[in-house]
């Protein structure tokens, strides 16, 4: 696991182990509780399901930031463990194929209302929803240029430089986007420079070759999954 830690994570470890001190005392004077019994066995499976909250993300990216994935507060954690059990048993390929399953319109629009809560995206919603409507036509060509300039200008508006700028710092606190540094797979590849004209297809949204022209094979599923992911 990754050595940095979550604050919100770290909090609720603290009050576990708090618990966990709580109930051996009380075993000393309530040795056969049964009640006691069943609170302790609750706090085990608590400690159980952070743990693993607290490794999933991490895996996860470990094995897929480099592709153009990353895992984010709002993602369901469920799907981290079915790719991560599919990557273990089927490899990169097929556990990819989840994650695309996963960015589907259908499910994907069930969680646009996360974005609600940040002001620089709400000011965006509009171009949002208009990207989301021609992802459900499968209009690849207009979703990608348009996810990637909503993105650029509210990372401009939140820290005064565009995602793909050099020298900017995505240190957002608490949240598992940054807490491992998986962040600056994703800005290399938007900060990628791409000078030669290209027709053949991409899998990875440049920001630089799609929104100058040069990177003329885009339009695909992989590349707009991705955008969203971003």
């Not at 399901?49 to 153009?68: D, H």
């Amino acid at each position: 696991m990754c050595e940095d830690k979550l604050p919100t994570l770290e909090y609720l470890r603290e009050q576990i182990e708090n618990g966990k001190k709580f109930f051996a005392i009380c075993r000393e004077f309530s040795p056969s509780n049964q009640d006691l019994g069943e609170l302790e066995d609750t706090l085990v499976n608590m400690d159980t399901q952070l743990t693993e909250l607290e490794n999933l993300p991490f895996k996860f990216n470990n094995i897929f930031s480099e592709e153009g994935w990353i895992a984010h507060d709002t993602m369901d954690f469920n799907i981290l463990k079915l790719v991560l059990e599919k990557y273990e048993k089927c490899g990169f390929d097929e556990a990819e194929s989840l994650i695309i399953e996963y960015f589907d319109p259908d499910n994907l629009e069930k969680r646009l209302f996360f974005l609600n809560h940040v002001e620089e995206l709400r000011l965006r919603k509009k171009f949002i929803d208009f990207a989301m409507e021609d992802y459900k036509l499968q209009k690849y060509h207009s979703v990608i240029p348009m996810l990637l300039m909503i993105l650029d200008g509210a990372v401009n508006d939140a820290l005064g430089k565009g995602l793909h700028a050099k020298g900017i710092e995505m240190n957002a606190w608490d949240t598992i986007t940054t807490a491992d540094g998986s962040i600056n797979e994703i800005k290399k590849i938007f900060q990628k420079e791409r000078k030669k004209t290209r027709d053949e297809p991409i899998k990875f949204p440049y920001r630089n070759g799609i929104l100058h022209g040069r990177d003329l094979g885009f339009d695909n599923i992989i590349v707009a999954a991705k955008s969203w992911c971003r």
